[in-house]
């Protein structure tokens, strides 16, 4: 059975908005779980022309192996987000995770693993412990890797 997504990658927004403070804990839950790749969920609300992130759930990287280079969320950890977000009236906006001594870009082992088209993906290059670069981006349907989706840091 098809998934079925609120947008399809044709008429996905082009910015999610991320509050400062949204923005300095991802950047602080990357630096923790230094030098593995530390990951977690977007909560948030959608509109036609733009995605607003309004929370994070921490999760614990859930790879069997290899927490250098891959992260896995727990389908739990995915499922009491979602009730989290339907509590709150809010959608589960996608996912961010950490490219230790990587780049803020999606890698070859990103583009094998998406699985829902339809989700944000939060990049953030950490560099021997150290919090560099953070992007976001969004599979492209057709299975051909992603499509830079503008971030924008909202200070109070």
């Known amino acids: 059975m098809k998934q079925q997504h609120i947008h ?3 008429s996905f927004p082009s910015q999610i908005v991320l509050p400062a403070c949204l923005g300095d804990d991802i950047r602080a839950h ?22 607003r992130a309004c929370a994070l759930v921490h999760c614990d990287n859930a790879a069997t192996a290899d927490k250098e280079t891959r ?3 727990a389908p739990s ?3 009491a987000a979602h009730r989290k977000a339907r509590a709150q ?3 589960v906006l996608g996912h961010y995770h ?9 890698s070859q082992i990103d583009a094998a693993s998406i699985a829902d088209v339809g989700a944000v993906w939060i990049i953030i290059s950490v560099q021997q412990g150290a919090v560099g670069d953070m992007a976001a981006f969004y599979p492209q349907a057709d299975g051909d890797g992603f499509k830079p989706l503008a971030l924008l840091e909202q200070h109070p």
Do not use: K, M, W
Request: net charge negative.
């Open 8 to 10: 399809s990658p044709a």
């Open 98 to 106: 950490s490219h230790p001594n990587g780049t803020a870009q999606p």
């Open 71 to 73: 992260f896995e969320i």
């Open 30 to 51: 990357c630096s923790r779980c230094y030098p593995h790749e530390a990951c977690g969920l977007v909560l948030g609300l959608r509109s036609d022309d733009h995605l």
């Open 89 to 91: 009236g809010l959608h």
């Open 77 to 79: 950890a995915l499922f």
